[in-house]
């Protein structure tokens, strides 16, 4: 049995020992709001940092996204620093008639035909096509418009300014440019663009169209001789191209549908009669001498077409033709008013001039007064055979309405073949008039003068109208 201090020290103990789990279950309980407290405190943390996560994550794949954009448009600014540049000589890369014949609405199809094929040829042969293009275009407008009029192109010439309107509107850097008519303009502008462009860093390729053309070559050997070569893509315009351009091996680009694959040549207008050619001197009738005189000689300078072709007019474009060949057709007489030439049994042996002539000496029409000796029509319309020894002048520059004025002052003068009852080959592309310009009111009909005169009367059913061919002249009478 346990004695009393024994039962003491026992109760003792468990007094202290439940005295010491009353304090800390106190302590527990004192802590409690403490603990809940800082639970809140983390629990409140925990959203915070989750919301701060989820935004950087957020910020994370937005700026993702913008290096890859940031990436792309690098990319594509490399690419854009790669020019290319295609430096056409106007002259001899010419536009086909289709094209040219459209205007404003051409000139954008042609813009986009060239960028088209430009781009395909790069693609295919360098497998790159993230580039600037560049188009410089030099060309000698008044020389082209008096081509196109010595052909035939008549459409294309009264196009022609929109064409190069909707050329030069289609992309920035197309640039379509007159140059003048001094000799080797266009050459000088192409030479120097070429050897400033070749040797930048940024130049991609180079097409150069001026292949038809000899004086180039030594620009071009220059720059493969700079093992520059690589850069150079040559575009000719015509089929044949220059034997020593040739003899560089450049790659190639040719785009028939685009331009001209001929040189336009003027057709040699073969003599329409057996007996001479005739130089008429300018004719002023009875009433124009009343009136302000114009200064061009009108009208008569034989009886040669200025336009047209025979066979068909494309072959005429693209085949050179010969004066060997005549038309079996009764000798022409001059009108009144004309004068025959001495050199009327001469023959031309030679094909027109596609522009005019530079002599030492030129002269400007000056309308205020009558210009003697006046222009020769058949020079500037179609041929003239004498020469520097032809008694009217071939050293005038005409702009387009003087060429206008010349055509119609021709149209007054009959054509003999016409004027004779037969079928003139060259048809309304005759340089000379088929009919009275004046109808049934001229002036000389009444007198009975009146030069355009026939044996016989028909009809024009086409154009409704009634031609009568009659001694008192040919007239045209409206339909009833």
């Known amino acids: 049995m346990m004695n009393a201090n024994e039962n003491h020290g026992a109760i003792q103990q468990h007094a202290m020992t439940t005295t010491c789990s009353t304090g800390e279950i106190q302590i527990l309980l004192q802590n409690e709001s403490l603990y809940e407290n800082r639970i809140r405190e983390l629990s409140t943390n925990l959203g915070v940092f989750q919301t701060a996560y989820s ?20 990319n594509t600014l490399k690419g854009l620093e790669k020019r290319v540049i295609c430096l056409l000589d106007g002259d001899g890369m010419i536009f086909t008639q289709e094209l040219m014949s459209q205007g404003q609405e051409g000139g954008l199809a042609a813009a986009r035909k ?77 030479k120097v663009h070429l050897e400033d462009n070749i040797r930048l860093p940024h130049t991609y390729k180079i097409f150069f169209g001026g292949c038809h053309d000899n004086g180039y070559v030594h620009n071009l050997r220059s720059v493969v001789t700079s093992s520059l070569g690589h850069k150079l893509v040559l575009m000719p315009g015509y089929s044949d191209v220059a034997i020593d351009i040739r003899a560089l091996q450049l790659p190639e680009l040719r785009i028939p549908e685009l331009f001209m694959t001929t040189k336009l040549v003027a057709p040699s207008y073969n003599v329409i009669t057996t007996g001479p050619l005739l130089g008429l001197a300018p004719y002023y009738s009875k009433i124009d001498r009343t009136a302000t005189c114009l200064p061009f000689s009108g009208e008569g300078q034989g009886a040669m077409a200025r336009r047209g072709s025979l066979p068909s007019y494309k072959s005429v474009l693209q085949t050179p033709l010969t004066m060997s060949t005549r038309f079996n057709c009764p000798s022409m007489e001059p009108s009144e008013g004309s004068s025959e030439s001495s050199e009327a049994s001469e023959i031309p042996l030679r094909l027109p001039r596609l522009t005019p002539p530079s002599p030492p000496k030129q002269r400007r029409i000056n309308n205020q007064v009558v210009n003697v000796p006046p222009p020769c029509t058949l020079f500037y319309l179609a041929q003239c055979r004498h020469g520097p020894s032809c008694k009217y002048s071939h050293e005038y520059i005409l702009e387009a309405e003087h060429y206008q004025e010349l055509g119609e002052n021709a149209k007054k003068t009959p054509c003999k073949v016409t004027n004779e009852g037969g079928d003139c080959p060259f048809g309304d592309e ?21 030069k355009f005169v026939a044996g016989e009367a028909y009809r024009h059913s086409a154009h409704k109208t009634t031609f009568i061919f009659a001694s008192a002249g040919m007239h045209r009478q409206p339909n009833n």
């Open 55 to 74: 935004a950087m994550e957020d910020r994370l794949r937005r700026q993702a996204e913008e290096k890859n954009e940031l990436l792309h448009e690098l």
């Open 430 to 450: 005759c340089v000379y008039g088929h009919s009275c310009p004046n109808g049934t009111t001229c002036y000389f009909l009444k007198l009975g003068k009146c």
């Open 114 to 190: 060239l960028t088209e094929r430009v781009r395909q040829f790069i693609s295919t042969s360098e497998g790159f096509e993230q580039y600037q293009l560049w188009v410089y275009l030099f060309y000698n407008k008044r020389g082209l418009l008096e081509t196109f009029g010595r052909v035939g192109l008549t459409t294309v010439r009264a196009k022609f300014d929109d064409f190069m309107m909707g050329f030069n509107q289609a992309a920035e850097r197309f640039i379509m440019v007159d140059v003048g008519g001094s000799k080797e303009a266009a050459d000088a502008k192409l």
